[in-house]
Structure formats: C-alpha cells, structure tokens
C-alpha cells in the first residue's frame, strides 16, 4: 500500500514537471563570445480575450520563459501599449528597449527590440513602413490590410557590428508579403555591408514566394501548394545582378543543434502540440553568411494548458566568424532610403573576407576527403589482411 502511495506521488510529479515545462536548448550565454538572439510574437492583448489567454493570465509566463532563455537580444512582435510597458518595467533590470510604434492611430502595434545594454552598444535605431513611402509615418501600400512596420537598430558587440531588423509582415496578402520582403531588401543593401539579422513574424512559410525570396531562391517551388500569384526574379544573368539578390539564410537550417518542436507550425493557436494550423513555420530568424550558429530553438515552454502567445517564440546562439572582422567606415552606408533610391551601386563592398571564408572552407573538404580516402587505404589493407589469414 505504502508502495503504490510513493510510486503514485512520484509519477505524478514527473507528470507535473513534464507538463509545465518543456526542454529548454540553452538558459543563458554560456560562452561570452555567442550572442542569444530570440524572437517572440506575444499576441496584443485585445486579441487573446478568452478567458485562458487574456494577457493577465499569461504575462508571467512571456516572463519566465525570457528569463529561461535569457536573450541578448529580442525582437518581440505585435506588443500594444499596456504591453510594452508592462515588459518594459519587468525586464527593466537587464534590457533597455527601442520602441517604436506602427503609428496607427486606431491600433497602435510595436515592433520593439529589448537588448542587454552589458552586451551591446546601441549605435542608432529608426523605423520604416512596409508601403512604397517607407519614410512616411503610418503609410501602407498594396492591398496590405494593416499598418506594418520594421524596427531596426544598428548595434556594436565586441569588434562587430551588426544590423538587426524586427517586422512583422500582413497576414492575408501573399502580394503585399513578396512586395514587403523586396523592400527590407532594398532597405538592407542601403544600410549596410556587414552582418544583418532579419527577425520577425513573416507569416509565410518556406514555400511562399515572400520566403523564397529572402533566401535568394531565383524561381518559385512549382511543388507550392495554394494561390501563390506573385513570382520571384529569374535567375541572374551576370555577378552584378547576383549580388543584388537577397543573401540570407535561414538560421535554422546551418545551426548544428535544433531543439524544440519539430517546427511544422510556431503559429499553434494556444494549443501547443495539438495545435493543427498547418500554417507551417512562420516565425523567422535570418542571417548572413559571417556568423556560426551552434543552436537553434523552437521555445515551447508552458505551464499545463496555459501558453505564454498564441506563437512559439524561436531563438539562436550565434557567433561571429573572426574572418570577418570589422566593417570599415567605408562600407557602412546610413540610413533606410526612399523606395526610388534603392538603386546605388553595390558593387565596392570588400569581399577578400568572402575569399578568406570560402578558402577555409574548401580546406576544410580537402582535409575531410584526405580522412576520408586513408580511412578507405586503411579498410582495403585490413580485409586484404583477413583474406590472407
């Protein structure tokens, strides 16, 4: 009797601890050399009215799980007012934040940054408007069916700098989707040469055109499932209009580790595992080529039924590859630009570190296939060796 008591007691603590909380990737900056960079749609309060996902009920949990995480650097998305100054006053000891609203004057949304002021130094920041007059305050182009922006800061860590842009893109318009992606392009090759860090909820997946494209993919995936009406560019035809494509990459398919959900949806509704959006990932951390990413998570902590957002936040350990360097004054370009500027020259960006990098790595495949080839001397010795015995 006594047995089964204990043997009850204990499965029900297994079971307790198993659901409240989830397998976090990493807790804190283990290595000072590796920025945590995270992610996290929080949903505005007026949407998560029922009675489990109204804000009061949740706010501890977006709390806990950035203290579990313990970013350097967060894009948060979709915060309104009583959000932002609630996270503002709770993470006030270790994060300063750019905030920046959509200036809509019905429905004011941020698209703000927390960063740890112990770990980055802020250079400047600003915002512009997904529409084709980004500088214009609170403007909105296509058929896009809300107001959205992008926050942008550029930071100083160490010896780098970097660009870190935060957005989120419209939910419905596949058009205004690709139409908003060509324009952070265009607003990222005017700003900067360096390192960029492009976050946010994109709400498209791998298979959308707005995707593709960032990814420099030339053509859409003739595999792609709905009304997808909007197109890529054609494949380059000389170096010029190669290095005028987009050149991120997704963090998640370079990062050594991945830890999380399986990453099918991070739109789940509030259902967690038994969510069936099926919209697929559609929140986004994207890098360039520069920096090592060691893991990537999908954040799935929770408490029972009760989730911190109606989205997973995602997060990376990222670090800088030393080839690369610093950004000379020569390459570091001011400001976004007018939608009609976008046209500069690209062409005098320095690429010897490019050189540098592919150089090692193609060292690296000569060692690996030289391994490789006495591994196989060394086999063929060792059966001839049976086969004489």
Known sequence: MAKGLVYKIVLFIFLFTLLNYSVI??????????????????????DSNKYFNKWEKRRHLVI??????????IGFQELDDVQLQFLTEELSKD?????????????????????????LDLLDSGIFWLSTE????????????KINSVTWANFKYRRYQFLFLNTQFDEKSDKTKIESAKLIWDQVRAMTDGHVFLVGTLNANDESPAIRYLLGKPETDKKQKGNMSATVPVKAQNQGEIDKKPNFIDSFKIASTISGTSGKDTLHNYKGYLSDSNSGRIDWIFVRKGVFVSRAEFVTYHQLSSYPSDHYPIAIRVSFDPRTGDWSDANKKTGPVSREDTTLAYDFIDRSYIKDY????????????????????SKKKKKHSLNDN
């Not at 980004?134 to 069916?145: F, I, M, V």
Request: glycine fraction near 4%.
């Open 25 to 46: 990737g990493f807790t804190s900056t283990e290595d000072e050399k590796e920025l945590v960079i995270m992610s996290f749609n929080v949903q505005d309060a007026k």
């Open 64 to 73: 806990e799980t950035i203290r579990h995480i313990n970013p350097d650097l």
């Open 95 to 119: 994060y300063k934040q750019i905030a920046k609203s959509n200036a809509d004057a019905q429905n004011p949304i941020y698209n703000c940054i927390f960063y740890r002021p112990d770990r």
């Open 134 to 145: 980004p500088n214009r305050e609170g403007s909105k182009s296509w058929d896009s069916e």
């Open 358 to 377: 592919k150089s090692g790595i193609e060292a690296e495949k000569k060692e690996a296939r030289k391994r490789m080839e006495e591994y196989n001397k």
